[in-house]
């Protein structure tokens, strides 16, 4: 254990004091470490967090059966998150379809909505020739009711695809936390091995000083 809390395997912190260029820093939160006041701390059982909650908290003692069953449970881990990962994608892959679909339908309303803006601007220039109000003028009703329906729906296919960015962003957050996950597998079985020495080493040290 680091003089600021933090936990890392007794293998990664003389890697990180002793032989790295990492100035004597947590690689954490860059608290200034000495090697001469690194805490010990001799466990004999990793500890794994529930991922899912349904599931609970998973021991694993140091020894072989314990790295039998871990490898098991990352295993499982692993296969998991490949399957969401799939299914999340997927989504993604639908999601950011509906919103291209999305966009062509609003690239689509433009020229109506070109040619309404064109419609009133004559209405307009009608009006001023004739001395009369637009509101007075024939058909003048009927545009600005196709003006407000075209309005209506041009808002409410942009609301649709801001709704659709914000689904694609927390889908795409949780692939990338998914990806990291399945290939978090080897990483993992690696951490534990060196634990595992670690633990025998200390183990040996310990049967050392109670002989002497």
């Known amino acids: 254990c680091l003089p600021c809390g933090h936990l890392y395997g007794f293998s990664c912190i003389k890697k990180w004091l002793l032989q790295s260029s990492s100035s004597g820093k947590c690689p954490q939160c860059n ?3 000495a090697y001469k006041d690194v805490v010990p701390l001799h466990a004999s059982t990793l500890c794994v967090r529930a991922h899912q909650k349904a599931s ?7 020894s072989k059966q314990g790295f039998i069953d871990f490898k098991e449970h990352e295993w499982s881990r692993h296969l998991d998150a490949e399957k969401r990962y799939a299914d999340d994608y997927k989504r993604l892959t639908n999601v950011v379809k509906q919103q291209h679909d999305l ?8 020229p109506q909505w070109d040619n309404l803006v064109a419609r009133g601007m004559a209405m307009d220039k009608r009006a001023k020739e004739l001395g009369q109000p637009v509101d007075e003028l024939e058909g003048a009703d009927a545009l600005t009711q196709e ?3 075209l309005g209506q729906l041009y808002l409410s296919l942009g609301r649709r695809h801001n709704a659709l ?5 927390a889908l795409s957050r949780r692939t990338d936390v998914l990806k990291r996950r399945s290939h978090a597998y080897e990483l993992n079985l690696k951490f534990f091995n060196e634990m595992y020495k670690e633990h025998l080493e200390q183990q040996k040290n310990t049967e050392e000083l109670v002989f002497v």
Do not use: G, I
Not at 56 to 62: A, C, G, I, N, V
Not at 103 to 110: G, I, M, N, P, V
């Open 31 to 33: 608290y200034v470490c």
């Open 56 to 62: 609970s908290t998973k021991y694993f003692p140091f």
């Open 103 to 110: 966009e062509k339908q609003q690239t689509a309303l433009e």
């Open 147 to 149: 003006s407000d329906a």
């Open 165 to 169: 960015e914000r689904h694609a962003e």
